[in-house]
């Protein structure tokens, strides 16, 4: 049986669509784009105190200076940069956690990403005495990849990978790792004052230079992503029908597991661990876009930083002059929806 990965009708298995359909997609990812345009455009001109959009745009092009131009284009731009990297990341990971596991409630933290990095970056504090978040990238991308390692060899049955002993591994692991981290911060006051707010998850007061390191892995995450999206359609089928269509499963799961480690890694280094948003995006996209991961990852890709810049200017806006971290935010507003899921999952 040829082992080599086929990109024809018969290996993609996506189901066959109305040309109405066909042409509806492309549609719904520019109508998408102009939205996540849109949202971009008010990430730069709200916050504490508003600004016009016609000043964002002066100082976006060089023409304004001083004043709101500074608010701008030093702190605004790179929040908002960050966003969009942070976003797209978590939301194509979702994707393929879900598409590797077959478990419509994957998500990064079903293989610990969250939870490693967090471990990390506290120990990192309590021992080596950090206190900027652009020292912290390294360790949480370090034990974002240590924690998908380990919950990766608890799955492992027969040489195999086995989708519902990951997803319980990842759960069992997060829980451990979070205890261990909360037994750092309570054991020391220091570690406590800098790591509670990283810990809450946001995009704020980050220079582009924290994002900056992990844009390489970033990259790659997401090459690695859609280069197996074919192959996630045909996985869909069940690993026995996968193989026979000339799948190597496999590879498939460990190429969609380094990408999960690469995207969700990046991102929970450099904003912290975002919750929701990888478990939320592929859900909002299935329903226009169909079950078809060569459409999905695409929509995948706007709606992760279309939710997070979303949640990150109602997080400026509900208690101006102060703000809720974006973290706070997706996880009061994704706790319901995890509930409706897994009702859903369950019947």
């Known amino acids: ?42 990430s730069l001109a709200l916050g504490s105190r508003s600004i016009p959009l016609s000043t964002v745009a002066d100082a976006l092009t060089g ?19 960050i966003g969009l990297a942070v976003g797209a990341a978590l939301g194509v990971a979702g994707a393929v956690a879900q598409g590797v596991t077959r478990n419509p409630l994957a998500s990064p933290v079903t293989l610990g990403v969250n939870a490693g990095a967090s471990l990390a970056v506290v120990a990192a504090i309590y021992a080596l005495d950090l206190g900027r978040s652009v020292q912290y990238v390294w360790f949480a991308f370090a034990g974002a990849a ?38 750092l911060m309570l054991a020391s006051h220091r570690t406590l004052d800098e790591a509670r707010f990283w810990l809450a998850g946001s995009i704020g007061g980050r220079q582009l230079d924290t994002l900056t390191p992990v844009l390489p892995f970033l990259a790659l995450g997401l090459l ?19 193989q026979s269509l000339g799948v190597p499963v496999a590879r498939i799961r460990l ?27 592929p859900h909002l996209v299935r329903p226009l876009f169909g079950n078809d991961h060569r459409w999905l990852l695409p929509g995948c890709l706007i709606a992760g930083p279309l939710l997070l810049l979303a949640a990150d200017v109602l997080g400026r806006l509900v208690v101006r002059p102060s703000e809720i971290e974006v973290g706070i935010v997706t996880a009061f507003l994704g706790a319901p929806l995890l509930a409706v899921l897994a009702r859903k999952v369950a019947r």
């Open 1 to 42: 049986m040829s082992t080599v990965l086929r990109t024809d009708p018969p290996v993609t298995t996506a189901p066959a669509t109305p040309r109405s359909s066909v042409l509806r997609r492309p549609l719904l990812l520019v109508a998408g784009s102009g939205a996540l345009v849109l949202c971009a455009a008010l």
């Open 255 to 281: 190429t969609g597991g380094l990408a999960v480690v690469l995207l969700a890694g990046s991102a929970v280094a450099v904003a912290g661990p975002v919750a929701f948003i990888g478990l939320a995006a």
């Open 146 to 183: 240590v924690a998908a390692v380990a919950a990766y060899a608890m799955s492992r049955r027969g040489g195999d990978l086995d989708p519902v002993r990951l997803a319980l591994g990842g759960t069992v692991l997060t829980v451990v790792l979070t205890s261990w981290t909360s037994a």
């Open 63 to 81: 023409a304004a200076h001083g004043g709101d131009a500074d608010v701008v284009m030093g702190l605004r731009v790179p929040r908002t940069v």
């Open 224 to 242: 690695g992503a859609f280069a197996i999206s074919p192959a996630l359609n045909a996985l869909a089928l069940g690993d026995e029908a996968a």
